[in-house]
């Protein structure tokens, strides 16, 4: 079983990524002018070419429990955790209007991209990470339906939309090479350009996480509301990842699938609930204070829960 100072030292380099890109971002190295342009290349051309690479040869995702298991998961222990998060925003004595549904939704919502992507690809290699790119597309429906419903208490139809997006149709693209048997045939040079591409992917997005986070870290006293911080780091951190963890363990999961689902039982909350507060009437504030606890919590948690949960699974 790894140690958790080596499990440490793997995700230290992640946190310490995003953290670059923080201060790039405070002595403007990273313009604000440029966060929408940087962030374009990195889904609309890195990340498709990274799901592209990871898919397209893969033979894991040639069984059919990871193509159809994954996506399902997703969607519903994110929902589910939407739903744990509500009644302990409720619990906590929240109101709507005042912060319950945005804590719903920030503390329901593991960071299921940029995070757990470097450590798959560090702790288990390319099956799990192709695993967890399809995964990701039910955790997106999720985001795109119950959570927009759960934010704004309106219909989720303009967020459906969302998901006609260029990782989609990668995915989409690169699984029917794959499972139409095409894939050996793909020539050389398209896989070493998508390479190429995607290898950009996990590092901008980091940088680009740190970065977007810098304009709400202000005032210090704003940052921290002891009752939600503690509140959203017991159930982001505490409560949820059980959940996950019993799907991982009693359902009849391929060993990928359940890597998948012990990485995401250890993440802290998603940066994207921040700005879907600000564009969809939440209260980014309430966000930027569980995204900012529970990142920072999760640097000591993450071992102990990956550890925890490999023993719980068979490793």
Not at 134 to 157: D, K, Q
Not at 192 to 218: F, K, Q
Not at 241 to 257: F, K, R
Not at 264 to 275: D, G, L, R, T
């Amino acid at each position: 079983m790894t140690s958790y100072g080596q499990l440490f030292l793997t995700i230290l380099p992640v946190f310490t990524i995003i953290a670059l890109g923080f201060v790039l971002r405070r002595v403007q190295w990273i313009a604000a002018e440029a966060e929408g342009t940087l962030l374009n290349l990195a889904l609309k051309v890195a990340f498709p070419c990274l799901i592209f690479e990871s898919v397209v040869r893969n033979p894991a995702l040639q069984q059919a429990g990871n193509v159809v298991l994954p996506p399902l998961l997703g969607f519903g222990l994110t929902v589910a955790g939407f739903g744990i998060a509500w009644y302990a925003g409720g619990a906590l004595g929240l109101k709507l209007g005042a912060g319950r549904r945005t804590f719903a939704l920030t503390a329901g919502l593991a960071n299921y991209g940029y995070l757990p992507l470097p450590i798959a690809d560090a702790m288990f290699g390319p099956d799990v990470r192709a695993v967890l790119l399809v995964h990701n597309i039910g955790v997106e429906a999720a985001i795109w339906s119950a959570g927009i419903l759960l934010l704004s208490g309106l219909s989720p139809r303009a967020g459906w939309r969302r998901l006609l997006n260029m990782p989609l149709f990668s995915l989409v693209f690169a699984l029917a090479i794959n499972l139409g048997g095409v894939g050996p045939h793909v020539p050389r040079a398209v896989l070493e350009l998508a390479h190429a591409l995607g290898a950009c992917a996990i590092p901008l997005g980091l940088l680009m996480t740190g970065a977007s986070l810098e304009p709400h870290l202000g005032s210090a006293r704003q940052l921290v509301t002891p009752r939600v911080s503690l509140a959203a780091g017991a159930v982001r951190l505490g409560l949820t990842p059980l959940v996950i963890l019993a799907a991982a363990a009693w359902l009849p999961l391929s060993p990928e699938l359940r890597r998948v689902l012990v990485l995401q039982a250890a993440m802290p909350s998603a940066v994207i609930p921040i700005i879907l507060a600000r564009v969809y009437g939440g209260q980014p504030l309430v966000a930027v204070q569980i995204v900012l606890a529970t990142t920072v919590l999760a640097l000591f948690t993450i071992p102990l829960w990956i550890q925890f949960g490999l023993r719980l699974v068979g490793g």
